[in-house]
């Protein structure tokens, strides 16, 4: 499957900013919304619309809306929810899920505390929603999970995607589209992203 990475001027402005380590949390958590807007527009480019009749002022139209029930996002604890408002700004009566999952700092590999998803999940395109794809062991972890309650549609958005994590999720789940906003370098040591923006939950957080 494709990986979809966002080109526009904005888009670069807005990450510029988003990696300067003296931005504020204010504004870096007000960028990450931001970027998830631009994201979800893209992911929702193929998004199927029904016919419906509605009555405008002047007369009555046959046009096409969104399904908004159709679809769930699931943020990954904690970064994920920096994303959240922004994407609940353009599909605001979409269901939400959460998928919580911390960093083993010795192994590096996640480990998952938290998983609570819609009733009907399976019926549903589920959007994960990670600002970050390093090494690509939660996103695989959340897939395998999604996968697990039956969901057979999923796309994974996120704002700065490493290649390593990129070729993890092809190789495991072939099937999920990736969408970023750009892909950045390579894993230092630590499985940090180079450059990067450094730990976004932190940033989004004020929590160093």
Known sequence: MEVVELTHPLIEHKLAILRDKKTGTKEFRELVSE??????YEAMSEAELEEVEIETPITSLKTKKLNEDKYAFVPILRAGMG??????RVIPNAKIGHIGMYRNEKTFEPVNYYFKVPKGIENKEVIILDPMLATGGSAVDAIELLKEKGVTKI??????????GIKRVQKEHPDVK???????????????????????????????
């Open 178 to 208: 990736i969408y970023c906003a750009h892909i950045d370098d390579h894993l230092n040591e630590n499985k940090y992203i180079v450059p990067g923006l450094g730990d976004a939950g932190d940033r989004i957080f004020g929590t160093k």
């Open 83 to 88: 994303m959240l408002e922004g994407i609940t």
């Open 35 to 40: 970027l998830a807007m631009f994201l979800c």
């Open 155 to 164: 796309k994974f958005l996120s704002i700065i995607a490493a290649p390593e």
